[in-house]
């Protein structure tokens, strides 16, 4: 678990949580997907460049959106750095950001940590990929196709997709797979 210290003048590698908490980003393990802060209490969720979207959404989801949103960024295919650029955008004060690629000792290039638990992120996350969907539709030439869409989206319920593909998933274990 990440724990809150004290900064010195001297120390570079910290990170400023949301709360107002100092983090070193070395204590960010590969596995951890939220940590609760000592010092506000909450949880905050954790994401870093090599969690794959599929952390998120199905391989077959992740898949149709990697062919048809174009980046024109080093990050290459639309992925986990895109979805949470999304999220930073709708929630600037809420999310904060480290760069480590010049740190080969950590394991990944970019770590965020919300202000959220890794639950409600992962339900913001869903949200705003459905609202960029609806707003790519909505550009369809095709009337049928946009009905069709709207009308599904009236039936999706974020929070009961997150909850069951939560429990496909088995984020609390190891063994953890994408669907």
């Not at 992925?79 to 010049?102: C, K, N, Y």
């Amino acid at each position: 678990m990440a724990t809150p210290r004290v900064p010195g003048p001297e120390d570079e590698r910290q990170l400023e949580l949301p709360c107002g908490a100092t983090i070193d980003p070395h204590d960010i393990d590969l596995g951890m997907r939220e940590f609760t802060c000592p010092s506000c209490g909450e949880s905050h969720a954790v994401v870093t460049d090599v969690h794959p979207p599929s952390r998120f959404f199905p391989e077959s989801l992740v898949t149709i959106l990697q062919e048809t949103i174009d980046t024109e960024d080093d990050f290459g295919d639309f992925g986990t750095p895109h979805l949470m650029g999304v999220v930073m955008e709708e929630f600037p004060e809420r999310v904060v950001t480290h760069d480590a690629s010049d740190d080969g000792a950590v394991g990944y290039s970019m770590v965020w940590v919300t202000d959220f638990d890794s639950r409600r992120l992962h339900e913001i996350v869903v949200e705003l990929v459905v609202e960029l969907m609806e707003h790519a539709i909505s550009h369809a030439e095709d009337d049928t196709a946009v009905s069709e869409f709207e009308s599904q989206m009236l039936e999706f319920d974020v929070s009961e997709f997150v909850e069951q593909y939560r429990q496909q998933r088995d984020f609390e274990s190891e063994h953890d797979r994408p669907v």
